[in-house]
């Protein structure tokens, strides 16, 4: 995201918030927001591995 938009989206995530939210319910939407965003980049620049290779790294049946 680009930085000069990171304000208008922490308004609209303000304004999502219950009215009684905690300031960790505003840390835990933030921390949400980053790492599905470091996730889209992370695809976006090929930087995956495929969920076969996965079970195998982890010992996991499909």
């Known amino acids: 995201m ?3 938009n990171i304000k208008n989206e922490a308004y609209k995530m303000l304004d999502k918030l219950p009215d009684k939210a905690t300031w960790d319910d505003l840390m835990y939407q933030i921390y949400v927001r980053q790492a599905i965003e470091a996730g889209i980049k992370d695809s976006d620049e090929g930087r995956t591995v495929n969920v076969n ?6 010992g996991l049946s499909k």
Not at 53 to 58: G, L, N, P, Q, T
């Open 2 to 4: 680009q930085t000069e």
């Open 53 to 58: 290779e996965v079970r195998k790294r982890f």
